[in-house]
């Protein structure tokens, strides 16, 4: 199955698209669209559950108060009342805590908000590589607990994860075992099964804004978004939280302290999108990856959907 946000050159969504102007590949070869179904604002449909994660372990105890204070203008937007149930979850040392409502109701959501205390990190970004490398595993595990937890709820879920991403962990000087590569080349395989099967569309937003937008640290996630297919190509980067944003046919988001617009630009991708499932290319060993690329015939427009999943026999 697959969510298909459709733009055109100004980033605008566009709707009124049929079934034939889309052409899906699976590894370069077309693949039969078994089903499709247009969602807009005037078509009923599931509404689409939106996630607000305030990442309180790989963000700084002051930029987390700025978020919350974005988050707050966020949720007070028409009143209150907001377009998609919008559910919050914190993620800090001690786990994540995700709030069981689910609600339009912004005013709501913003009375659980305030009772949230944020929590002081014990694992800080100077305690050196074994502190990111806690941080980067708890990450890893937060987000596939979500996962789990949404896998069991019906519909389409658009995952906000702010926060300026784990660590990456990888770089000409940190060599790896073969079963250090085979370790991340399973987790890499589990989590993005994981987030297809939740049918998570996962966005990031760093909260850094300008003051990270000059450094090249915001780009480097841009070297690991080739699909990989062997345990021995892979590095802690492939999992890191942009990769999985744009795999996941989201949006990494950088370079703006308007943390407010930026979450309303991912919540738009929930009110204009395609839901087709395809017939896939069948693998011919475990855990083979599969590039899928869905392409529009009218000119102009840009296809962003889930670009790569884990095949079986």
């Known amino acids: 199955m697959l969510d298909v946000v459709v733009t055109d050159k100004s980033g605008k969504p566009r709707t009124g698209l049929t079934q034939n102007d889309f052409v899906v590949r699976d590894n370069g070869q077309v693949r039969k669209i078994l089903s499709f179904r247009a969602v807009d604002g005037s078509a009923p449909a599931e509404p689409v559950k939106i996630i607000l994660m305030v990442d309180e372990v790989n963000t700084t105890f002051s930029r987390v108060a700025y978020e ?44 659980s908000f305030d009772q949230h205390v944020t929590v002081l990190r014990t694992i800080r970004r100077s305690t050196g590589f074994y502190g990111a490398e806690e941080r980067f595993s708890l990450s890893l595990k937060g987000l596939g607990l979500l996962a789990g937890a949404e896998a069991k709820e019906p519909g389409r879920k658009i995952v906000i994860w702010i926060s300026p991403g784990w660590p990456i962990l ?112 069948p693998s011919d060993k475990p855990n083979e990856s599969h590039s899928v690329a869905v392409g529009v015939e009218s000119p102009g427009l840009t296809a962003r959907t889930r670009n790569l999943y884990y095949g079986q026999p």
């Open 170 to 281: 990888s770089g000409p000087n940190i060599t790896l075992s073969a079963k250090e590569e085979q370790g991340l080349f399973s987790s890499i395989v589990w989590l993005n099964g994981a987030l297809r099967q939740a049918r998570i569309t996962l966005y990031s937003i760093d909260p850094l804004g300008v003051e990270d937008a000059a450094t090249n640290r915001v780009f480097y996630y841009e070297e690991f978004l080739k699909p990989i297919s062997k345990s021995k190509d892979a590095e802690a980067g492939n999992l890191a939280l942009q990769v999985l944003a744009r795999q996941s046919g989201g949006q990494a988001l950088n370079s703006s302290n308007d943390i407010t617009s930026q979450v309303n630009r991912c919540v738009d991708d929930a009110a204009s999108f395609y839901t087709l499932t395809v017939d896939p290319t």
């Open 68 to 111: 919350r204070d974005q988050l707050r203008k966020f949720l007070l937007q028409n009143g209150g009342q907001l377009a998609h149930p919008v559910s919050l979850a914190f993620f800090s040392d001690k786990g994540t805590e995700l709030q069981n409502n689910s609600s339009r109701d912004g005013n709501a959501l913003l009375a």
